[in-house]
């Protein structure tokens, strides 16, 4: 058996697992921070470096 059929029937046979709610909570806060914080360092550096835009 090579090693990438292996690992396709190791998936097979694992179980669905529905994310907690916890674990929701927290991939909406990371994209959350990480689309908030683009925005910011966005309009700070149209801010302090006008000339680059």
Known sequence: MTEKS??????KKME???L???EIALVK???G?????????YVLSRVFFP???
Do not use: C, M, N, R
Request: glycine share 14%.
């Open 33 to 41: 921070l990480g689309v908030g914080l683009l925005v910011v360092f």
């Open 20 to 22: 907690l709610p916890i």
């Open 51 to 53: 000339g680059g835009h």
């Open 6 to 11: 292996k690992i396709a029937d190791e998936l």
């Open 16 to 18: 669905y697992e529905p």
């Open 29 to 31: 806060w990371s994209i």
